[in-house]
């Protein structure tokens, strides 16, 4: 298919900004912003496209903590960009895996993985919707190694293949009272440290 390119990139386009180093990001931010004035009031300059991007992983999945860049697409600047190679679209997605409170204490995905409680990895399987990029579709949801799942889909993709891992945790009745039974053992051995340290301090005295 022929490349595309976009004049104004979107909140959740994956672009290439330089086609030489080929690094692919996502659109995390883009507003019309940054006009003023210069020397003087009738001295004006009109705002601008405005994109934010942050980079992407090399097997094309988002790391919140990776380097941005940002630049402009329109208006008078010097750092323009008024071309960008338009290569997919991304959505962002809030799952909810594990929620629920065990003797007053809420236990999230990762403390569930510290307690070695079940865990299974599905990944939503998304392409192109389109051809300009700009809608997502989802080809299904699977499991396994990641290159086997892309490359089982492969022939399915319009340009890239987007994997968003869903973490899934299985909880079964025995797990869940375990659980509980170790919270009230740490519990009771807390209070005995407690215990411990107040006879300690009062022995220091």
């Not at 208006?75 to 190679?85: A, L």
Request: glycine share 8%.
């Amino acid at each position: 298919m022929d490349a595309k390119y976009t004049n104004k990139a979107q909140v959740g386009d994956v672009i290439i900004i330089d086609e030489k180093k080929a690094l692919e990001y996502i659109v995390i931010r883009a507003e019309l912003e940054g006009g003023g004035t210069g020397h003087g009031f009738h001295d004006i300059y009109s705002d601008g496209w405005h994109v934010n991007a942050r980079k992407l992983n090399p097997d094309g999945s988002y790391d919140p903590k990776a380097e941005t860049i940002d630049f402009y697409q329109s208006g008078s600047f010097t750092n323009m960009k008024e071309k960008v190679k338009l290569v997919g679209k991304m959505e962002q997605a809030f799952v909810s895996v594990f929620d629920t409170t065990i003797n007053g204490e809420k236990m999230n995905t990762q403390q569930a993985k510290n307690e070695d409680i079940t865990q299974q990895n599905i990944y939503a399987v998304k392409t192109e919707g389109d051809c300009e990029g700009k809608t997502t579709s989802t080809l299904g949801y699977a499991t396994g190694d990641v290159d086997d799942i892309k490359k089982y889909f492969d022939d399915r993709k319009m340009y890239h293949l987007r994997l968003t891992e869903l973490n899934v945790v299985h909880i079964t009745p025995e797990s869940f009272s375990e659980r509980i039974q170790l919270k009230s053992e740490k519990a009771d051995l807390e209070q005995r440290l407690k215990q411990i340290k107040n006879q300690l301090r009062t022995n220091k005295l």
